[in-house]
């Protein structure tokens, strides 16, 4: 079984910062992801949907720093539920891997793109003079 999501959307408030009982970090933010889709009367609707994030380890203080309200980012990772205090079903998305679309600046958390060779020109096989296949004996 295989428990994976992708999301690109937009950061609805700044991320926080937050930390467990046992003192371990993680960030927190919300984002909205926005279908367009064509009712029965023919006119364009939009849809939101807002999802809780949560990134841990490592990078959950770069994310608290980087993911700023209105940031677009692209997030992968699993979708998990649990209950709350008034034993509703809540959903939250449990980042693994995080990309901040907006940044103008390469991230240096991101491997670096691949270099492309130039090209070099291609010379065509001469053909035969009697025609591919066949020599002159």
Known sequence: MINRITLCGNVGQDAELRQTQNGQPYCYFRMATHESYKDSSGMFQKSTEWHSCKVWGNS????????????????????????????????????????????????????????????????QPQAAPYGDGFTRR
């Open 60 to 123: 959950a203080h770069r994310a608290a720093a980087q993911l700023t309200k209105g940031v677009k980012v692209h997030v992968e990772g699993q979708l998990k539920s649990y209950q709350d205090s008034q034993q509703r079903r809540q959903w939250e998305v449990r980042v693994i891997k995080w990309w901040d679309l907006s940044s103008k600046e390469p991230d240096q958390f991101l491997p670096p793109e691949p270099q492309i060779r130039p090209e070099t020109p291609f010379s």
